[in-house]
T-cell receptor, first 112, second 109 residues
Framework: DGGITQSPKYLFRKEGQNVTLSCEQNLNHDAMYWYRQDPGQGLRLIYYSQIVNDFQKGDIAEGYSVSREKKESFPLTVTSAQKNPTAFYLC???????????FGNGTRLTVT | GIQVEQSPPDLILQEGANSTLRCNFSDSVNNLQWFHQNPWGQLINLFYIPSGTKQNGRLSATTVATERYSLLYISSSQTTDSGVYFCAVEKTSGSRLTFGEGTQLTVNP
């Protein structure tokens, strides 16, 4: 079955550590995205990529980094520079940027 | 950037009732999508509907692009319909999809 896999489901880290969230898709989609969701709020765009080896900052990119070395993979690194990293992180993909968006099941990151 | 406003913010229904959720946006769009987030956080794409009307089972959606709003109809609601419904819009092709704050729906048995 085609889909988007995010791992792990839950992640715990100490403050000051970098952490990388995995996102893999087998839908052959060109565009991939990372969103952040805080409790009771909507989704905010962190980074997006329309094609391999290219990505753009979203609305809240500070403290985050990404890479897009393969079409299937779009990992997100939450760096120690991110002031408030505890949140629910959602990866998504679409065949093309203006087409329907499909989400993974998310990773809940807790930093203490 | 484009503003997206969803109403009502919260809605409580009895099983079997019908409901209408609204999404207003501040500019013309070429992309509008509705999503359902279940209580476990999973987001499902319900409709891709920049204009017109679509139906999928008990759910239907209508977007009136010229008047800058979209409506999501849920008929004969079930407890599994509970969760948050998000509207997201994109102003022009290649720009960013902007999400509304969502409508929290609770369907009681």
């Amino acid at each position: 079955d085609g889909g988007i896999t995010q791992s792990p489901k839950y992640l715990f880290r100490k403050e000051g550590q970098n952490v990388t969230l995995s996102c893999e898709q087998n839908l052959n989609h060109d565009a991939m995205y990372w969103y952040r969701q805080d409790p009771g709020q909507g989704l905010r765009l962190i980074y997006y990529s329309q094609i391999v080896n290219d990505f753009q900052k979203g609305d809240i990119a500070e403290g985050y980094s990404v890479s897009r070395e393969k079409k299937e993979s779009f990992p997100l690194t939450v760096t120690s520079a991110q002031k408030n990293p505890t949140a629910f992180y959602l990866c998504a993909s679409s065949r093309r940027q203006d087409l329907p968006l499909h989400f993974g099941n998310g990773t809940r990151l807790t930093v203490t | 950037g484009i503003q997206v406003e969803q109403s009502p913010p919260d809605l409580i229904l009895q099983e079997g009732a019908n409901s209408t959720l609204r999404c207003n946006f501040s500019d013309s769009v070429n992309n509008l999508q509705w999503f359902h987030q279940n209580p476990w956080g999973q987001l499902i794409n319900l409709f891709y509907i920049p204009s017109g009307t679509k139906q999928n089972g008990r759910l239907s959606a209508t977007t009136v692009a010229t008047e800058r709003y979209s409506l999501l109809y849920i008929s004969s609601s079930q407890t599994t319909d509970s969760g948050v419904y998000f509207c997201a819009v994109e102003k022009t092709s290649g720009s960013r999809l902007t999400f509304g704050e969502g409508t929290q729906l609770t369907v009681n048995p």
